[in-house]
């Protein structure tokens, strides 16, 4: 009966971490940024030519921006995209499916490390709920499935150090772990450090009498993963990135830079703040985990350190105890060489421990309390505040996140390339503005530009990573002077700011982000007998506000065009 039971609340944790994921997922976040854009047409461009946009054949790393981005998500991407098309919604699938299975699987984890369905009912359910993992598994972006797989690697891992078992399983569940450890590599530049560190910390708690199995697991995960080492070594330009994020000075700047960084990735601020308030991961108002669990987590962090020791009877093994502590003190150890400090994506992998010591210090603190009655007083009460809490977060995210993340997002790129692209036709060529962040990889993506079309040579924006032209479109600076007599015939307008224009500039069609002039320059009447053009204004209805849209229709044929000639501008969408 007991089983029966957890079973069916296992089930109700999930549908409601599917909830989270999966709700309006096309549309929050409200738009797509250039990395998830640029991993969804790679994803494309690899399901049909085996290719990335760059004509990498089954690349090990991403060509990206100037860097070389780790391929696995992408590839995963890959079936999603050749079953429902390139777009919004495709690309985050598989993210957000991913977020939902590591939560019965951080159940399986947890009921392994402390042989309860209690105690892992609590660590699923804080996870299914718990705000970083529901952002990261709404957005396609590279670190996002690694919460899955690190949660996978250390189950893989507990499962290959389990004695009893003959030679050739062993080896077998040891090679198994280096796969999954292998997978975990290609994931994110962070795990290139934290997986061969863990992969020795389990060599030596479980593994120091079992040489056969310590040479499997270190010997596959070294096959498994060279060619992306090898990457880095024969191409150094493939870690521009590190070069670029790594932390400035000297030695001794470095080092105090470093531990600084390393304490604060595991503060209260890191864990349950906002950390370093990116609006790409972080909520307005709203901690990362809720601040009411960090008590409990600290608390599981104090009595699974008495465990290692031997200082505490408990049910989780010593060992085991020992790997969750090693797992604690080494994911913040790549973030912390760089110089943006408590940087959600580059610590993920460590915070799936939050729901694991919570439920872990929740569950010792219950046991201390002599009377049941307060000890079920206060599951109730957590289960209430987690509820409500839950609930606040939902709301912000919903309300709040949309219009404070818009340009984090680069808000109004889809409704502006619904526009020009069915109309680039009637225009000799198409300037958009180069303040737009890597504006070419929304043409590719919105335009679903067939890949075995691209000139590579295009494409190749060398260090600086700079696209200058792709086909008739060019990507340059747009001056106030450049459109200070043009046509205005489109705009993305939220009501509170004009996020991009598109003017005609004498046939040239061209695309400003940012403000435009006065709608009055802008506005063509008839004076003195004289034909012209009228904007008219509409509204279009979007998922977040409405979009407004002017867009130019002739009301009477151009002079300046000659007496016989009108001309039709493009008219809107309801986007």
Same mark, same amino acid.
């Given at each position: 009966?007991?089983?029966?039971?957890?079973?069916?609340?296992?089930?109700?944790?999930?549908?409601?971490?599917?909830?989270?994921?999966?709700? !309006?997922? $096309?549309?929050?976040? *409200?738009?797509?940024?250039?990395?998830? &854009? #640029?991993?969804?047409?790679?994803? %494309? =461009?690899?399901?049909?030519?085996?290719?990335?946009?760059?004509?990498?054949?089954?690349?090990?790393?991403?060509?990206?921006?100037?860097?070389?981005?780790?391929?696995?998500?992408?590839?995963?991407?890959?079936?999603?995209?050749?079953?429902?098309?390139?777009?919004?919604?495709?690309?985050?699938?598989?993210?957000?499916?991913?977020?939902?299975?590591?939560?019965?699987?951080?159940?399986?984890?947890?009921?392994?490390?402390?042989?309860?369905?209690?105690?892992?009912?609590?660590?699923?359910?804080?996870?299914?709920?718990?705000?970083?993992?529901?952002?990261?598994?709404?957005?396609?972006?590279?670190?996002?499935?690694?919460?899955?797989?690190?949660?996978?690697?250390?189950?893989?891992?507990?499962?290959?150090?389990?004695?009893?078992? !003959?030679? $050739?399983?062993?080896? *077998?569940?040891?090679?198994?772990?280096? &796969? #999954?450890?292998?997978?975990?590599? %290609? =994931?994110?530049?962070?795990?290139?450090?934290?997986?061969?560190?863990?992969?020795?910390?389990?060599?030596?708690?479980?593994?120091?009498?079992?040489?056969?199995?310590?040479?499997?697991?270190?010997?596959?995960f070294v096959l498994l993963v060279t060619p992306i080492y090898v990457l880095l070594i024969a191409h150094p330009e493939s870690n521009f990135r590190f070069k670029d994020v790594v932390l400035?000075?000297?030695?001794?700047?470095?080092?105090?830079?470093?531990?600084?960084?390393?304490?604060?990735?595991?503060?209260?601020?890191?864990?349950?703040?906002r950390g370093n308030a990116d609006l790409t991961y972080d909520v307005p108002g709203i901690g990362r985990n809720f601040a009411v669990l960090a008590p409990f987590f600290y608390l599981g962090?104090?009595?699974?350190?008495?465990?290692?020791?031997?200082?505490?009877?408990?049910?989780?093994?010593?060992?085991? &105890?020992?790997?969750?502590?090693?797992?604690?003190?080494?994911?913040?150890?790549?973030?912390?060489?760089?110089?943006?400090?408590?940087?959600?994506?580059?610590?993920?992998?460590?915070?799936?421990?939050?729901?694991?010591?919570?439920?872990?210090?929740?569950?010792?603190?219950?046991?201390?309390?002599?009377?049941?009655?307060?000890?079920?007083?206060?599951?109730?009460?957590?289960?209430?505040?987690?509820?409500?809490?839950?609930?606040?977060?939902?709301?912000?995210?919903?309300?709040?996140?949309?219009?404070?993340?818009?340009?984090?997002?680069?808000?109004?790129?889809?409704?502006?390339?619904?526009?020009?692209?069915?109309?680039?036709?009637?225009?000799?060529?198409?300037?958009?503005?180069?303040?737009?962040?890597?504006?070419?990889?929304?043409?590719?993506?919105?335009?679903?530009?067939?890949?075995?079309?691209?000139?590579?040579?295009?494409?190749?924006?060398?260090?600086?990573?700079?696209?200058v032209r792709l086909g008739k479109f060019r990507f340059e600076a747009v001056t106030e002077q450049r459109i200070a007599k043009a046509r205005l015939i489109f705009r993305v307008d939220d009501?509170?700011?004009?996020?991009?224009?598109?003017?005609?500039?004498?046939?040239?069609?061209?695309?400003?982000?940012?403000?435009?002039?006065?709608?009055?320059?802008?506005?063509?009447?008839?004076?003195?007998?004289?034909?012209?053009?009228?904007?008219?204004?509409?509204?279009?209805?979007?998922?977040?506000?409405?979009?407004?849209?002017?867009?130019?229709?002739?009301?009477?044929?151009?002079?300046?065009?000659?007496?016989?000639?009108?001309?039709?501008?493009?008219?809107?969408?309801?986007?």
């Open positions: 009966m007991m089983v029966t039971s957890s079973k069916s609340v296992l089930l109700l944790i999930v549908a409601a971490a599917s909830i989270l994921r999966l709700y !309006g997922l $096309a549309h929050d976040p *409200v738009a797509l940024n250039q990395d998830e &854009a #640029v991993n969804g047409y790679d994803a %494309y =461009s690899l399901g049909l030519t085996l290719r990335d946009h760059h004509g990498n054949l089954l690349p090990v790393a991403l060509q990206s921006f100037g860097d070389w981005a780790s391929p696995l998500l992408t590839y995963i991407t890959v079936p999603f995209v050749r079953l429902f098309g390139l777009s919004t919604w495709s690309i985050r699938l598989p993210v957000a499916l991913f977020g939902i299975a590591s939560v019965p699987l951080l159940y399986v984890l947890v009921r392994k490390l402390f042989g309860r369905n209690d105690v892992a009912l609590v660590a699923a359910g804080l996870l299914a709920i718990a705000p970083w993992s529901i952002i990261t598994s709404r957005e396609a972006l590279p670190p996002n499935i690694i919460p899955f797989f690190t949660i996978l690697f250390i189950l893989a891992l507990l499962w290959a150090a389990e004695e009893g078992r !003959g030679n $050739a399983t062993s080896t *077998v569940r040891a090679a198994v772990a280096a &796969a #999954v450890g292998a997978l975990l590599t %290609y =994931s994110y530049p962070t795990q290139k450090l934290f997986v061969p560190l863990m992969i020795v910390a389990a060599v030596l708690i479980y593994f120091r009498r079992r040489p056969a199995c310590a040479c499997i697991l270190v010997g596959v400035p000075g000297g030695p001794l700047h470095r080092l105090g830079g470093f531990a600084l960084r390393y304490v604060l990735y595991l503060s209260p601020i890191a864990l349950f703040g962090v104090f009595f699974t350190t008495l465990t290692a020791t031997r200082r505490l009877q408990a049910p989780m093994r010593r060992s085991d &105890a020992a790997l969750l502590l090693t797992w604690l003190a080494l994911f913040p150890v790549a973030g912390s060489l760089t110089a943006t400090h408590m940087h959600l994506l580059r610590a993920i992998h460590g915070f799936p421990l939050v729901p694991i010591f919570s439920a872990a210090g929740f569950l010792w603190l219950t046991r201390a309390v002599a009377s049941a009655t307060v000890a079920t007083a206060a599951q109730v009460s957590m289960t209430c505040v987690a509820l409500f809490a839950t609930l606040d977060f939902s709301q912000s995210y919903l309300t709040k996140y949309p219009d404070a993340s818009k340009a984090r997002f680069q808000y109004g790129l889809a409704e502006l390339f619904t526009f020009v692209l069915p109309h680039q036709a009637q225009f000799g060529s198409i300037v958009v503005d180069a303040k737009i962040n890597q504006p070419y990889v929304y043409v590719l993506f919105y335009s679903r530009w067939d890949p075995r079309k691209i000139d590579y040579h295009e494409v190749d924006g060398g260090e600086k990573a700079h696209v009501g509170s700011r004009t996020w991009y224009s598109a003017y005609d500039v004498r046939g040239t069609l061209v695309v400003k982000q940012g403000v435009p002039r006065d709608d009055t320059k802008v506005s063509f009447r008839r004076r003195d007998g004289r034909q012209e053009w009228q904007p008219r204004r509409r509204r279009c209805i979007t998922a977040h506000g409405s979009v407004r849209v002017l867009v130019a229709r002739p009301v009477f044929k151009c002079a300046w065009l000659g007496p016989q000639r009108s001309r039709r501008v493009p008219t809107s969408l309801v986007l």
